[in-house]
């Protein structure tokens, strides 16, 4: 007999094997592995989906339950999505099924709907005779009957008595009156159209139409057009001979057409037939791309980070290289921050690789994305672009895969399952063979470092294209500004800047990048602001629990009453966009200060009508959040003023350091990217902080070194891991008691281990930043190791056996690995 091993979507992660079932005789040809079926599953023998991972012969057998029902016509998954599937378990603490499913569209979903049908061969006297007496029973079976059969739970709940039916459809079960069945529904179906075509040659048709012509003159119409067209889609018939599609379907009858369905896509890109040579590359940009080049077609899996300033024409040697992949007969996936993801860049891929270009994106709907996949699986577009979730797109053949703004958080999963892109970017490219390439003009420190340690290769390019210069940039010292009676929020430089951008009618952007629950406290006499005691940072005030706290060592103290010196009173500093615009419409009536954040998008001014604005209107002044700091080329674009630098400096985290310094360098980059030379201007409360200071020299190289030495002596990534165990309940004691509990166990693994710079640590439980979310409270517990096989063993343990004690009833436990927020 043929034995299938299958991954379970009902099982937990504590009980997440390869489960054993008989194959049905009529279902071993049809069956492959990465095909779904329906099985039964636990004590109550519920349908559970599943995954089928392999297939074997095996010795005859009767213990096993046997596979219900297929689900896939063809694979959803090919061998290489099994194998990614079993290791995203393994890597990221997830069930096989929750990994399969998050690397399907959600257009392939299933919904399992339960429901109940009259049992083959029971008539309606058999049922009658055998409900009487029982009012409830009766009634369920008169719903069946009259819902033609089959009712799914919800509709028989429905029945208004008040009461909970399955005890009586447990009874009418062993009856046998009624048997159980799962139905497995999709969210989204394939979709189709009839397209006709011509059954007979055209002069036998239109000699058969003939003699009708009078009397059936649509008929006539249609097959005259047809015989013109060859074939034609029968919307398309009807709509240019206005005839019925019974009109049609009478002509398919008549065997004068022959009607066929096929598959159409839901996603439309403009079709782009003349497809655009690439511009030349500059010197360095040739140089780089030769290098990436080679390693590309060297037939081993490689990595590489190109590491390019603002301006210096990444998205170029992209192009090129993409071209290169395509030539080779491969594909390519490019991925880039939610965001970053404009129509124009878009536009720009289209219009050099046209039809073959595939996007998949959370902008469009299920369907579209749906069918934008299935292009991509059957090999009618090769080059893919789109955020996180492209990292799974189903490429045969992987050439190349890029991570644009590679440190960016948004490439971490906070989802079901918690990935990070590249590393299942790497893992697609080992099994390809392909090259991965890492795009950034601030490298994250792992990334950098991976290329000191020569485990990428690196490539970079100095200088902007063109050799426009980079802009000048200026700190002003908001004490200061206090100091002398200027609270407004804007400083008198970043005025008389925007006022010569008026002036001289070029564009600017106001960034501010309001976040929500941590705010700075500063002296509103001397200006001081409060710093941790253990390391050189300031502390950030927390709302939550109303004390200051250190984000690198989490040091935490009471909220001073008074400037511990001077006595003055302490004052909470920062302001949202729209108070900022407020003010600066006060100060410049009459000029557009247009404003982009969370609340000004909505679904009819999507975040590229505003910037197209911005572009072809020339408003004056754009201020933002985020959205406006990354990806924007606009060559008119002079000025950038940072309204509040250190905003970002104060999240509770270990790469505040490195996101601020991202950040600022992102927004400084927008201005002087055309002829024109660029200025911006950052505000800042803490004009001495190093990673202001560096920013505004834009010195990424020396910001490195010195964020490396902090994380070596702080023990951070990437010089140990941090696996992050976070758990979630409605009764704090409850949480915190399986918070030791997970202490305890970790404890073993740990102590032998200790000494050393490598040595593991072990560190809270800690609130999380927010304590209590939806009456839920969250604490963590901390690892601090070298993340490798036997550590994930253990942590695999301890998390099977949380989950399955019998004292963490209600809790969640979600594990991060190098967490970014
Ligand atoms: N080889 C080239 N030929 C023509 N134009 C180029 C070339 N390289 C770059 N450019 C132009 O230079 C500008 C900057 O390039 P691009 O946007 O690719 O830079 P980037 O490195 O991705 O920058 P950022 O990191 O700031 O987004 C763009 O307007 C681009 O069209
Ligand atoms: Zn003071
Ligand atoms: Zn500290």
């Given at each position: 007999m043929m034995l299938a091993k299958i991954a379970l979507s009902a099982a937990t992660f504590a009980i997440d094997r390869p489960y054993?079932?008989?194959?049905?005789?009529?279902?071993?040809?049809?069956?492959?592995?990465?095909?779904?079926?329906?099985?039964?599953?636990?004590?109550?023998?519920?349908?559970?989906?599943?995954?089928?991972?392999?297939?074997?012969?095996?010795?005859?057998?009767?213990r096993l339950k046997e596979i219900q029902t297929l689900l896939d016509r063809r694979p959803v998954l090919t061998p290489e999505g099994i194998q990614l599937a079993l290791w995203m378990r393994e890597r990221f603490f997830c069930t096989v099924y929750a990994a399969a499913l998050t690397m399907l569209p959600t257009g392939l979903w299933y919904v399992l709907k339960e429901g109940y049908a009259l049992a083959p061969g029971v008539d309606r006297e058999t049922w009658e005779a055998k409900t009487a007496g029982h009012p409830r029973a009766r009634q369920v079976m008169t719903l069946l009957h009259g819902a033609g059969g089959r009712a799914d739970l919800a509709q028989i709940r429905a029945i208004p008595d008040g009461k909970d039916p399955r005890g009586v459809l447990r009874e009418l079960e062993k009856a046998g009156l009624v048997v159980r069945e799962t139905q497995a529904r999709r969210k989204v179906k394939d979709k189709t159209e009839q397209i006709a075509s011509l059954a007979v040659d055209p002069a036998e048709a239109l000699a058969r139409m003939e003699p009708r012509r009078k009397t059936a003159p649509m008929g006539y119409e249609v097959t005259s057009l047809l015989c013109n067209l060859g074939s034609a889609s029968v919307k398309e018939l009807c709509y240019f001979t206005g005839a019925s599609h019974q009109t049609v379907k009478s002509l398919e009858k008549r065997g004068i057409l022959r009607l066929q369905e096929r598959e159409v896509f839901r996603h439309q890109l403009p079709d782009i037939r003349q497809t655009q040579p690439l511009s030349p590359l500059n010197e360095a940009q040739q140089a780089a791309y030769e290098g990436l080049r080679a390693l590309m077609n060297g037939g081993k899996p490689e990595a590489a980070l190109l590491y390019g300033v603002t301006g210096s024409g990444k998205t170029q040697v992209y192009?090129?290289?993409?071209?290169?992949?395509?030539?080779?007969?491969?594909?390519?996936?490019?991925?880039?921050?939610?965001?970053?993801?404009?129509?124009?860049?878009?536009?720009?891929?289209?219009?050099?690789?046209?039809?073959?270009?595939?996007?998949?994106?959370?902008?469009?709907?299920?369907?579209?994305?749906?069918?934008?996949?299935?292009?991509?699986?059957?090999?009618?577009?090769?080059?893919?672009?789109?955020?996180?979730?492209?990292?799974?797109?189903?490429?045969?053949?992987?050439?190349?895969?890029?991570?644009?703004?590679?440190?960016e958080s948004s490439y971490q999963s906070e989802s079901m399952v918690r990935y990070h892109a590249r590393e299942v970017a790497k893992f697609r490219c080992t099994h390809h063979k392909g090259l991965l390439l890492l795009g950034s003009a601030t490298p994250a420190v792992e990334s950098r470092y991976a290329a000191e340690m020569g485990q990428y290769h690196l490539f970079t390019l100095r200088q902007r294209y063109n050799?426009?210069?980079?802009?000048?940039?200026?700190?002003?010292?908001?004490?200061?500004?206090?100091?002398?009676?200027?609270?407004?929020?804007?400083?008198?430089?970043?005025?008389?800047?925007?006022?010569?951008?008026?002036?001289?009618?070029?564009?600017?952007?106001?960034?501010?990048?309001?976040?929500?629950?941590?705010?700075?406290?500063?002296?509103?006499?001397?200006?001081?602001v409060p710093t941790c005691p253990r390391c050189s940072v300031h502390l950030t005030y927390h709302s939550a629990n109303g004390r200051l706290m250190c984000h690198y060592c989490?040091?935490?103290?009471?909220?001073?009453?008074?400037?511990?010196?001077?006595?003055?009173?302490?004052?909470?500093?920062?302001?949202?966009?729209?108070?900022?615009?407020?003010?600066?419409?006060?100060?410049?009536?009459?000029?557009?200060?247009?404003?982009?954040?969370?609340?000004?998008?909505?679904?009819?001014?999507?975040?590229?009508?505003?910037?197209?604005?911005?572009?072809?209107?020339?408003?004056?002044?754009?201020?933002?959040?985020?959205?406006?700091?990354?990806?924007?080329?606009?060559?008119?674009?002079?000025?950038?003023?940072?309204?509040?630098?250190?905003?970002?400096?104060?999240?509770?985290?270990?790469?505040?350091?490195?996101?601020?310094?991202?950040?600022?360098?992102?927004?400084?980059g927008r201005a002087g990217r055309g002829e024109k030379l660029g200025r911006?201007?950052?505000?800042?409360?803490?004009?001495?902080?190093?990673?202001?200071?560096?920013?505004?020299?834009?010195?990424?190289?020396?910001?490195?070194?010195?964020?490396?030495?902090?994380?070596?002596?702080?023990?951070?990534?990437?010089?140990?891991?941090?696996?992050?165990?976070?758990?979630?309940?409605?009764?704090?004691?409850?949480?915190?008691?399986?918070?030791?509990?997970?202490?305890?166990?970790?404890?073993?693994?740990?102590?032998?281990?200790?000494?050393?710079?490598?040595?593991?640590?072990?560190?809270?439980?800690?609130?999380?930043?927010v304590l209590k979310v939806n009456n839920r409270y969250r604490y963590r517990v901390l690892l601090k190791c070298r993340n490798g096989r036997e550590i994930r063993a253990v942590l695999a343990q301890i998390l099977q056996a949380a989950q399955q004690d019998r004292a963490n009833r209600g809790l969640s436990i979600a594990m991060d690995v190098n967490p970014m927020d």
């Open positions: 054993s079932y008989r194959v049905p005789a009529q279902l071993e040809n049809l069956l492959e592995p990465g095909m779904r079926v329906l099985v039964p599953f636990g004590k109550g023998n519920r349908s559970s989906e599943g995954l089928v991972l392999s297939l074997e012969q095996a010795e005859e057998t009767h192009l090129h290289l993409i071209e290169q992949t395509l030539a080779a007969g491969r594909g390519a996936i490019v991925m880039v921050p939610e965001i970053a993801l404009t129509p124009s860049l878009l536009q720009l891929f289209l219009t050099h690789f046209g039809r073959q270009v595939a996007v998949l994106h959370s902008c469009l709907s299920t369907g579209e994305r749906y069918d934008e996949w299935k292009r991509v699986r059957d090999g009618q577009a090769s080059v893919v672009i789109g955020t996180r979730s492209a990292v799974f797109a189903p490429l045969a053949d992987v050439g190349l895969m890029i991570l644009d703004e590679e440190q050799a426009h210069q980079m802009p000048k940039v200026r700190l002003v010292d908001m004490k200061q500004e206090l100091r002398q009676g200027n609270a407004t929020g804007l400083s008198g430089l970043l005025r008389e800047e925007l006022e010569e951008n008026l002036r001289r009618g070029e564009q600017s952007i106001l960034f501010l990048n309001r976040r929500g629950n941590s705010r700075m406290v500063v002296c509103s006499q001397c200006g001081e989490g040091h935490s103290q009471p909220l001073p009453e008074l400037c511990p010196h001077c006595y003055g009173r302490l004052q909470f500093v920062g302001m949202g966009t729209q108070k900022l615009q407020e003010a600066l419409e006060e100060s410049y009536p009459g000029v557009e200060i247009m404003r982009m954040d969370a609340d000004t998008i909505t679904a009819t001014q999507s975040h590229e009508v505003l910037l197209d604005r911005f572009r072809w209107k020339q408003v004056p002044i754009l201020l933002g959040t985020q959205m406006v700091a990354k990806g924007l080329d606009f060559a008119n674009v002079t000025l950038v003023g940072v309204v509040d630098g250190d905003l970002s400096l104060y999240a509770d985290n270990y790469r505040a350091a490195e996101r601020t310094f991202s950040l600022l360098t992102q927004v400084v911006a201007v950052i505000q800042t409360w803490t004009p001495d902080n190093d990673v202001i200071n560096l920013a505004a020299r834009q010195d990424y190289d020396t910001f490195y070194e010195e964020e490396r030495e902090m994380r070596r002596m702080l023990r951070f990534p990437p010089f140990l891991d941090l696996f992050r165990i976070t758990l979630s309940g409605p009764e704090e004691t409850q949480v915190l008691r399986a918070c030791a509990v997970i202490r305890r166990s970790l404890e073993p693994w740990v102590k032998p281990r200790q000494q050393g710079p490598e040595g593991p640590e072990v560190l809270g439980p800690a609130p999380a930043p």
